[in-house]
């Protein structure tokens, strides 16, 4: 006779054994039941028992092939992330150098206000380095400046 299992344990061990089998816990029990009843009017003997290990095992290489194949998707989806991190990072490097260099350029540059008035003594904004008086103050009082 079959003795159905009724504690919480006993069930949780017999739905754990199921999905190792690939079963549903009726489809399980439905076949514990075959086995029993099997053994009962055979005397011992069971070649259903040897059919389901055998569909057993070939769902477990089943599923072993679908997770060496994930594993394989994984390994590729991961060597590709590594690569774009790596090309990230070269670009944000070279972002960095432009930003760097710009920010070097334009404190090298003296902006002036297009409506401030240049004084005689500043520095002349063509960023020659000259006084304004000495270069382009000469090309506005009508002068020619003085080659160098």
Request: with cysteine.
């Amino acid at each position: 006779m079959v003795k159905v299992p009724l504690s919480d344990a006993v069930w949780s061990a017999w739905r754990r054994y199921c999905e190792v089998l690939g079963l549903t816990m009726g489809e399980g029990i439905a076949g514990l039941i075959g086995v029993e009843l099997t053994a009962l009017v055979d005397d011992g003997v069971d070649d259903n028992s040897a059919l389901s290990v055998i569909r057993a095992a070939e769902r477990l290489a089943g599923r072993e092939a679908r997770v060496a194949v994930r594993e394989r998707d994984l390994e590729t989806a991961e060597t590709r992330q590594r690569e774009r991190d790596k090309r990230l990072r070269r670009w944000e490097g070279e972002l960095e150098a432009r930003e760097a260099l710009l920010d070097q350029a334009s404190r090298m540059v003296q902006r002036r206000d297009i409506h401030s008035k240049i004084g005689r003594n500043d520095r002349c904004s063509c960023g020659s380095g000259l006084k304004y008086k000495q270069c382009h103050g000469l090309l506005a009082r009508g002068a020619n400046p003085i080659p160098r």
